[in-house]
């Protein structure tokens, strides 16, 4: 019998394991979540303990908007025993912004490695840590709080954790805003509805076609109008992004992404419009040269003004359709925007008002009942309806709801940082799917990891959930390293 010699059977052996590769096709994160018992992904689904009503519900989001959604959550009188584990993808964020640089695979692939956080056990204390812990809780159901993430990736979710052999239920936010929508409406009523949303899911197509499903589902179809509105900046605003806001400017920046006067599209300030924008010029909220008559490299630069420039968008949008009827619902399709839905109240209310040399521009359009609609009490309302039917809802808690937040992963040479520690814009929209590596870490929330305005926010807008981020940061052994200096505390 000949003997291959020990070098040529090596690279024997590496070629046929390259063909085969090349045959199963690229890797994909459901494969290494799945199969690789290997890969930092994986999850063991053989052993994973379902039917167990003491484990917690998972809830993710881009960002700290999903926050919004888990407010309406535990304030349901069913789900008041329950526990949470909350992940905020802020590294990623926006998720809106991937259809928008047509990097939809990099977005499905982000959404995966949130629900693998959520069914898994590791988790990172800080970004700098040498090793994973693996004390983490898996969750007995999913909450998809985030408009793009489900309108892109709940099917491939589901269809994920089918081929799993894993019966974990999954309710996204879309079906529940389009719900939502027509409570305003009597039978037979006709009129507008109006989606605020993300540029990803207004790509995604995925509100117009759910609410035509939901008006067609009494057995006669009104006429109603759709409008979308590309709330670009506001989510980003909200989490204090760089690409959208600077407190500190005081002149136009070169990282801004936002509206402008020489942008196209979603992205033009028009200054035609001036006037009926109404934006506060005080203390930086709107970076500009020239004087304010007669501004030039227009850059919006606070939440608010963000807000007055896309309700007015939305407005003209309407104004110029030929036939459109009075806006009835306005759906706040992005898990952020409910934390201003006063601020949106006020725009719509303002711009009814408003009038231009005696006449009322917009007043016929906008329905003197008008609603804004949170998706957020309906998804509450599907997920205790479906604890129940499993027989999951938890009788005897004893877990403290637990918090996490995405940050980039420093000590990965891929990753291309700014100055801040945040990726830059092109690197965080323009690598490709099908590298499974670690770009971020997932660690606890800490007064390091979420920056003070937002805590102060939170503080102010979902107290109820902010009591649980210190109670989480004060009594968890899992945040038992961190100093009082990095705790959140109660204000």
């Keep these: 019998m000949k003997i291959i010699p020990i070098r040529k059977f090596a690279l024997i052996t590496g070629l046929l394991l390259l063909l085969v ?36 519900i998972g809830v993710f989001d881009s960002g700290t908007g999903g926050l919004s959604v888990l407010a309406d959550i535990i304030e349901h009188e069913g789900l008041t025993k329950e526990s949470y584990i909350f992940l905020g993808d802020l590294a990623n964020m926006p998720y809106g912004n991937y259809a928008l640089e047509n990097n939809i695979a990099l977005l499905i692939e982000h959404v995966m490695k949130d629900v693998q956080f959520l069914l898994g056990n590791k988790y990172y204390r800080t970004a700098a840590s040498r090793r994973y812990q693996t004390d983490k809780s898996p969750v007995k159901a999913i909450v998809v709080a985030c408009n793009t993430a489900t309108a892109y990736a709940l099917d491939t979710i589901k269809t994920f954790l089918a081929e799993a052999g894993s019966d974990i239920g999954v309710i996204g936010v879309i079906d529940a805003g389009a719900e939502g929508a027509f409570a305003n409406f009597s039978p037979g009523e006709n009129g507008s509805i109006a989606v605020m949303a993300t540029d990803g899911t207004v790509k995604s197509g995925a509100y117009p076609e759910t609410l035509h499903k939901v008006n067609r589902a009494d057995g006669q179809e009104e006429t109603i109008n759709v409008f979308q509105q590309a709330g670009i900046g506001i989510a980003e605003a909200i989490d204090e992004s760089a690409d959208a806001i600077d407190r500190s400017a005081t002149v136009p920046r070169s990282e801004y992404r936002g509206p402008s006067d020489t942008g196209t599209g979603e992205l033009k300030i028009d200054l035609a419009l001036w006037s009926r924008y109404n934006f506060d010029l005080a203390n930086g909220a709107v970076l500009f040269e020239g004087g304010a008559s007669s501004p030039h490299n227009v850059q919006i630069n606070s939440v608010e003004n963000y807000i007055a420039f896309h309700v007015v968008s939305l407005m003209e949008k309407i104004r110029n359709t030929p036939g459109a009827l009075p806006l009835n619902s306005v759906v706040m399709a992005c898990t952020h925007y409910p934390f201003f839905e006063e601020t949106f109240r006020n ?14 521009i917009y007043r016929s359009l906008i ?10 009490s309906v998804v509450a309302d599907q997920l205790c309806s479906h604890l129940s039917e499993k027989g999951l809802l938890n009788s005897s808690p004893d877990r403290v709801s637990e918090f996490y937040i995405s940050v980039p992963n420093a000590p990965n ?36 990891t979420i920056p003070g305005d937002i805590l102060t926010r939170l503080s102010h807008q979902v107290p109820a959930i902010y009591d649980m981020m210190v109670s989480f940061n004060r009594d968890n052994p899992k945040t038992e390293y961190l100093t009082s200096e990095k705790r959140i505390v109660m204000d």
């Design 21 to 56: 590769i090349s045959c199963i096709g690229p890797a994909t994160i459901s494969n290494a979540i799945k199969d690789d018992k290997r890969s930092f992904y994986y999850v063991d689904f053989e052993n994973y303990p379902d039917g167990n009503c003491t484990l917690p």
């Design 347 to 360: 725009e719509f209310n303002r711009l009814r008002d408003y009038t231009e040399n005696g006449e009322f």
């Design 413 to 448: 040479k891929n990753v291309e940082l700014r100055d801040d520690w945040t990726f830059t814009y092109e690197y965080k929209y323009g690598r490709s799917a099908g590298e499974i590596q670690e770009y971020v870490r997932v660690v606890p929330f800490s007064r390091s």
């Design 367 to 376: 329905a003197e009942d008008m609603i804004i609609v949170n998706p957020a």
